[in-house]
């Protein structure tokens, strides 16, 4: 018998498998194709203060090894999720779930993550400073390590419950973030978001995406991604979790080799709705074909 | 509800300029409605490739496309006997309770095939659907025949007039709009608007919109519309007359 299971910031996960913001919704229509609570967790839509309906369309572009989207947090807002969809994924989904906000300032954030923390659905508050496709906000608190270290900090001073702070890849070190973040308090680091790209129509001769830009993931970001983990997980103390292109139970491993305690799965969910119940059930034949007894005990093992 | 399975390639023909006929074998239990489609995972391309049913029997399905882009190019190369994995079952479909007795079907180009699956439902609820299907050019044109094979009054306008009325569809509405009970459509955007404005009856619009999944988890087709926002993928591609904002 392999153990498969992690803990995260005090919180028993029965598997690192979570799939990522964004990918997911807020869980309960995924309830009716596979019984989601064989999850690790899940972390929900990005949440912000007031309902969005997100970028003009086409928000979509394919690449080889991925996909752009320019989504720009398209949400029905905090009092919808804590009135609406929380109660809807109560009645499918029995472990604490991962709330995933995100914010146009300060304020913001803070008015976000205390109304959430209250909500006992919730385990674990996820601070997204890294969404590239909104303006004057998101990435831009993601890209500082001044303005990181203060949304940060501002949230500690009104949550009770454990924080991670999403990073962007795009910046010149993501180690200097992801420190900024754990001195001002956050209790584990959540990397990478998309990278920002582009492409263009050779129809059109004009960018595919209406917002021109957006964030490019899927298994082509994937070797990107695992050098991140890997120089965040020694950069801090904190616990990490890792995503960017995992498909398979094989990268849920090499992810934790790196130094993530949890792994989330975005786009591969999206062109495979049972992606993470196949990842989770094929982790116990990975972990023996590799002799691996814990998982806990991979977290930093390539260091 | 969706469902994902591995379909066989029984056919894969041309039966227009660029446009080709699949024929796939496998489970079609989730295939309920005319109007839904099917989500196919080709080799070297990320995102499935959303093509609405055109016909579906006890064990298979078919399905029309365009060779547009690299995707739909790369399925003209599909082999009889090549297996796709497929997600079924996709898409709200048209709701056939609010037809009346002699529905209109209007269809633009690859918005003729998921009105053949209408028109064949219509029939079997005892209904007497009319169609006008609309297409640039005669060597565009399908399945025109295969309308009147079951027996559906059918009128075609071509673009350039090689075949049929010269015009768009709506110019064929305008010789048969004392006739019909309610609408259906699906076609290129500019059209569904054009059959808004010259219908005077209720009606469904079949829309369509880049997609990242095609099951409502990624949010890239999202739209407003009247009654708040929709997935033009889970929450249409159908949606009635009355909610639509152009």
């Not at chain 1, 990107?224 to 990490?240: C, F, G, N, S, T």
Request: contains cysteine.
């Amino acid at each position: 018998m392999v153990d498969a299971s992690v803990s995260l910031c005090g919180l028993t996960l029965d598997n690192p498998v979570i799939p990522a913001s964004g990918v997911f919704g807020f869980g309960y229509e995924f309830s009716e194709l596979y019984d989601i609570n064989i999850l690790g967790s899940f972390s929900f839509k990005g949440t912000t203060r007031e309902p969005r309906f997100g970028n003009p369309a086409p928000r979509i572009a394919e690449c080889t090894g991925g996909m752009i989207n320019s989504v720009g947090l398209q949400n029905p807002g905090i009092e919808a999720v804590i009135n609406d969809e929380l109660p809807k994924l109560k009645k499918c989904f029995k472990k604490p779930v991962i709330a995933n906000i995100s914010g146009f300032s300060i304020e913001d954030y803070v008015y976000c993550c205390e109304k959430i923390d209250r909500e006992d659905q919730v385990g674990i508050i996820e601070v997204n400073i890294s969404c590239p496709n909104v303006h004057n906000g998101g990435m831009s608190f993601g890209t500082s390590a001044k303005a990181a270290a203060e949304v940060i900090s501002a949230i500690k001073k009104v949550v009770t419950k454990p924080v991670f702070a999403k990073l962007t890849p795009n910046v010149t070190d993501i180690t200097e973030i992801a420190r900024a973040c754990e001195s001002a308090g956050a209790d584990g680091i959540s990397l990478i978001n998309t990278l920002l790209g582009m492409r263009i129509d050779l129809k059109t001769k004009k960018p595919v995406i209406h917002n021109k830009m957006g964030g490019f993931s899927g298994p082509a970001v994937f070797p990107v991604a695992l050098r991140m983990v890997y120089q965040v997980y020694e950069a801090v103390k904190v616990p990490i979790m890792g995503m960017g292109g995992v498909m398979t139970s094989n990268d849920v491993l090499e992810m934790m080799l790196a130094g993530a305690s949890a792994v989330q799965v975005g786009a591969a969910n999206l062109i495979d709705p049972f992606a993470c119940k196949k990842i989770i059930e094929g982790l116990p034949a990975a972990m023996e074909k590799y002799g691996i007894k814990s998982l806990k005990e991979l977290i930093g093992g390539a260091h | 509800m969706l469902k994902q399975g591995l379909f066989t390639v029984l056919e894969n023909k041309k039966i227009a300029d660029n446009i080709f006929k699949m024929t796939l074998g496998g489970d079609v239990s989730a295939i309920t409605v005319p109007g839904g489609f099917v989500n196919i995972k080709l080799d070297g391309f990320f995102l499935r490739r959303p093509i609405s049913v055109c016909s579906v029997f006890s064990d298979g399905f078919t399905i029309i496309y365009k060779a547009v882009g690299g995707g739909t190019e790369a399925m003209t190369k599909s082999e009889v006997g090549q297996v796709l994995d497929v997600l079924t079952g996709l898409g709200n479909g048209f709701d056939t309770s609010k037809s009346g007795v002699s529905p209109l079907l209007i269809g633009g180009g690859v918005g003729v095939p998921p009105m053949y699956f209408l028109a064949e439902r219509l029939i079997s609820e005892g209904k007497k659907p009319i169609a006008v299907l609309g297409f640039n050019t005669k060597s565009e044109a399908f399945y025109i025949d295969e309308f009147k094979k079951l027996g559906v009054e059918t009128f075609v306008t071509t673009a350039d007039g090689s075949l049929g009325l010269k015009g768009f569809v709506t110019d064929a509405l305008k010789n048969i709009e004392k006739t019909y009970t309610y609408f259906y459509t699906c076609g290129p955007k500019p059209m569904l608007k054009a059959v808004y404005d010259s219908t005077y009856t209720s009606g469904q619009f079949s829309f369509e919109e880049r997609m990242g999944c095609g099951f409502g988890a990624c949010m890239g087709c999202t739209c407003k519309t009247k009654y708040g926002n929709k997935r033009i993928c889970k929450d249409g591609p159908v949606l009635i007359k009355e909610e639509i904002i152009w």
